[in-house]
């Protein structure tokens, strides 16, 4: 199959074709960014976000056509994110998938944005670190901006929530951080790029502050991370002096990552000694922090051994539209084939849900 995958959920307009049989393989990814229109902001602004879908939907779908060699003709499927997601952009993806659809006379199918971050993990296994099969059941720590959660999986495209924040994701806590200390917008690169530069043996680093690690020691596998944001707050409102040195605020963004993988990992090792996986992925755009990889990696090899560990390549990790495609395979494969039948008239009745739950 030829999948055009479509994503507008926040503030990258992108576009993918892949092939999908055995494997998928991706002959296209265009994904054009708006970090520089919104840093200004502090974060994402969503009718200025639209208005950039709007501009950017057509050359990014035409340019992904062209890369991947391929006309509209060949097109065996579309799959778009509609939801969830802020409203005026998933609404600019989904009406033109829908416009696609019925012009093209292609099915349609709609995605989940957190089934699309899943379904990441099974993008070019070849070609990744850990190209052995996944197998069910998989335990997943889903961490973007919008989204903390541990998802059990028995079987494909099957989900059961255990775990999930009660309060800020991790990476809207990595930006409301970011922004605390003018680090600027995306927060997690910033704030990883500053936490690298932590040294505990210069001298004015050595007194750090310690950071609560929040539901750490709870039995049950919810999150919350409002707390720990609000205590970085209050660290810098009694001690001004720290926005004014760059080895405090490095000191200070070493200890906020830790605090937040540490409760990542720990959640993640407790719901693995209930559920007993034979797989445990990471997926989200916070999955491509390179702590929360490298820790998780020897948080699973050390207690877990049994376990395979997968994530996605780097790339796939934060927005993009292979990973649309990819779930939407998946998808198709799950389908009847009345479904199957029936699909190129979905257009006429796929919705857009800014609060779509993941099922």
């Known amino acids: 199959m ?49 208005r950039e879908h709007l501009k950017n939907i057509l050359p ?56 699309g971050h899943i379904y990441a993990n099974f993008i070019d296994r070849a070609k990744s670190q850990n190209n052995k099969k996944i197998k069910f059941p998989i335990l997943c720590l889903v ?13 494909h495209l099957r989900y059961e929530i255990v775990g999930q924040t009660l309060d800020d994701a991790a990476g809207e806590a990595f930006d409301k951080v970011a922004r605390i200390l003018g680090l600027g917008y995306p927060g997690g690169p910033a704030i990883a790029a500053e936490a690298k530069k932590y040294r505990p043996d210069h001298a004015r680093q050595k007194q750090k502050t310690t950071l609560p690690r929040p539901m750490l020691k709870s039995k049950n596998f919810d999150f919350s991370f409002s707390g720990l944001k609000t205590a970085v707050l209050y660290t810098v409102k009694k001690n001004p002096q720290i926005l004014k040195d760059n080895g405090l605020i490095s000191a200070l963004c070493h200890e906020f990552q830790q605090a937040v993988i540490d409760v990542l990992i720990a959640k993640t090792r407790r719901a693995a000694q209930k559920y007993n996986p034979r797989t445990i992925m990471l997926a989200g755009g916070v999955s491509a922090n390179e702590e929360l990889r490298i820790q998780m990696s020897q948080t699973i090899k050390k207690e877990f051994p049994r376990a395979e560990y997968h994530l996605p390549l780097a790339g796939y990790s934060i927005d993009n539209a292979v990973m649309i495609a990819a779930a939407g395979f998946f998808r198709w494969q799950k389908m009847t084939s009345a479904e199957k039948k029936a699909a190129p008239n979905n257009w006429k009745k796929l919705t857009t849900d800014a609060n779509l739950k993941l099922k």
């Open 2 to 50: 030829l999948i055009l995958g479509l994503e507008t959920s926040c503030d990258e307009t992108a576009a993918a074709v892949i092939e999908a049989n055995q494997k998928i393989i991706v002959l296209s990814s265009v994904v054009s960014s708006q970090i520089a229109l919104h840093s200004k902001w502090g974060g994402v602004v969503p009718n200025l976000a639209a």
């Open 60 to 115: 990014v779908i035409e340019t992904s056509l062209q890369e991947a060699r391929i006309t509209a003709k060949k097109i065996d499927l579309i799959a778009v994110t509609n939801g969830p997601g802020l409203i005026p952009a998933l609404l600019i993806g989904t009406n033109t998938a829908k416009t696609l659809s019925c012009v093209w006379g292609k099915p349609l199918i709609g995605i989940h944005h957190i089934e």
């Open 143 to 155: 961490v973007s901006g919008g989204h903390t959660q541990l998802v059990l999986m028995k079987d």
